[in-house]
C-alpha cells in the first residue's frame, strides 16, 4: 500500500518513488528518448517517479508536463491534510471518466452518453483533457436501451459463451482451466472453396480478429494457447503470423506470443488489466459444483439399484421408498428399471423431491 501512484491522461505520479518509466508501447526510439528527458525534467522539478503513459506519444512537452504537475500539486494536498484518520483522503474519478482516460484515442469515432447529468460531466473532462475529441460526443435521446441499439448487449453475451460463431460459418471455442486457457479454431460450416488450405486460411484469418477481441473483453489473462486450423503453407502461416501481430497491437495489456508451432499451435502470456468477467457475473453450477458435467440418469438410477442391493435383503419382498429428483423420478419409472426391481423382489414408491439435486436422492 505504499507504492501509492495517481493517474492521469499522459502520466502517472508516483510519490514515494524515484523512478521513470514509458510505456513500451511506445515503441519509437526517438520518440522515446524525447519522452525520457522529459521525464527528467518533471522528476528534477518535482521529486517524485513518473511513468509516461501510451497516449503522450507525439503529445508536446508543455501538455505532458502540465499533466504530471497538475497530479504532483493534487498530491501536495493529499499529503498536507491533516484529517483524522480513518478518513478519505483522495478518490479515483468516476468509471466513465476513467474509461476515457485510460481508452480514448484517435480510433473511436463516437462517444455516446445516454444520461444528461453525465454527459455534461463527460463534456466538461474532454474540454479539459483531450478538446479535439469533443467533436465525437453525441447524447443518445433515442428510447431504445442503447446498449440493444448500439450492439453491446450483443457483444456482452459473446463473453459467457464457449462457443462463438464467426460470419463466414466458422467458430471458435475458448475454454478457461486453471493452467491455461485454450482457443481452438474450427472450420465448421465454411465451405465455398475448392482449396482446402485456402479455406484454413480465410477461417484462420476471420478468427483471429475475433480472438484477440475476445482475449480483450474478457480479460484473458496466464498462458493462453491457440489451436488454428493447421495450414502446410509457409506463405499462409506468415501471414497468419503478420495478421495476429497487426491484431494484437490493439491490446493496451503487455503480452508475449512464440511462433506458431508445426502443429499450429500458438502460445502467448498476458498480463490480466481487471479483475477476471466470471469472478464477478458467474458461480459454481449447483448440480456439477464446478467440474462442468453431471452424472447422466442412467448411471444414477444405476447406483440407487445397487445401494438397494446392499442396503437389503434381495429376493425377500420388500418395500422401499425412494425420494430423488423428478427427472430420476422419470427414468426408474421405465419398465427397464421397474423390470430390475421386480426381479429383486423390490417394490418401489417413487418421490419427487425439489430440494434434491439430479445425482441426489435418499432411500428409506
Known amino acids: 500500500t505504499t507504492f501509492i501512484s495517481i493517474p492521469s491522461n499522459f502520466t502517472i505520479l508516483l510519490p514515494y518513488l524515484n523512478f521513470i518509466g514509458i510505456s513500451r508501447k511506445i515503441e519509437d526510439k ?48 493529499i499529503d498536507k491534510d491533516k484529517k483524522k484518520a480513518p478518513s478519505l483522503l483522495y478518490k479515483e474519478p468516476p468509471l466513465y471518466i476513467r474509461i476515457l482516460r485510460d481508452f480514448l484515442s484517435y480510433q473511436f469515432q463516437y462517444i455516446w452518453v445516454d444520461e444528461k447529468e453525465t454527459f455534461e460531466e463527460v463534456e466538461e473532462f474532454l474540454k479539459n483533457t483531450q478538446p479535439k475529441s469533443l467533436k465525437s460526443l453525441r447524447f443518445y435521446e433515442k428510447s431504445k436501451n442503447i446498449k440493444e441499439e448500439l450492439g453491446i448487449k450483443k457483444d456482452i453475451e459473446t463473453i459467457f459463451k464457449n462457443k462463438i460463431w464467426l460470419k463466414k460459418g466458422g467458430h471458435i471455442i475458448i475454454n478457461q482451466t486453471e493452467a491455461l486457457c485454450s482457443i481452438d479454431v474450427n472450420s465448421g460450416k465454411s465451405i465455398g472453396m475448392n482449396n482446402i488450405e485456402e479455406t484454413a486460411l480465410k477461417t484462420n484469418l476471420e478468427a483471429i480478429k475475433e480472438i484477440v477481441r475476445q482475449i480483450r473483453l474478457r480479460d484473458l489473462g496466464g498462458l493462453i494457447v491457440i489451436d488454428f486450423i493447421d495450414m502446410g503453407s509457409k506463405k499462409y502461416r506468415t501471414s497468419l503470423m503478420e495478421n495476429f501481430q497487426n491484431e494484437l497491437k490493439r491490446d493496451r495489456s503487455p503480452h508475449r506470443y512464440l511462433r506458431l508451432s508445426e ?102
Open 30 to 77: 526517438k520518440e522515446r528518448e524525447r519522452l525520457r528527458a522529459i521525464a527528467e525534467k518533471a522528476v528534477e522539478t518535482t521529486g517524485k517517479g513518473i511513468i509516461i503513459r501510451t497516449l503522450s506519444e507525439g503529445k508536446p512537452e508543455n501538455l505532458i508536463l502540465k499533466d504530471f504537475l497538475n497530479l504532483n500539486y493534487l498530491w501536495e494536498g
Open 263 to 364: 502443429f499450429g499451435l500458438l502460445e502467448m502470456t498476458r498480463k490480466r488489466l481487471f479483475e477476471q468477467v466470471e469472478q464477478f457475473t458467474m458461480t459454481n453450477c449447483p448440480f456439477c459444483e464446478g467440474e462442468g458435467k453431471v452424472k447422466n440418469t442412467y448411471k444414477i438410477c444405476q447406483e440407487i439399484f445397487e445401494d438397494v442391493l446392499q442396503k437389503y435383503n434381495p429376493f425377500k419382498e420388500t418395500k422401499v421408498k425412494i425420494y430423488c429428483h423428478k427427472e430420476i423420478k422419470k427414468t426408474l419409472e421405465e419398465k427397464e428399471w421397474k423390470d430390475a426391481f421386480s426381479k429383486i423382489k423390490i417394490k418401489l414408491k417413487i418421490k419427487e423431491d425439489k430440494k434434491l439435486k439430479l445425482d441426489e436422492y435418499e432411500i428409506v
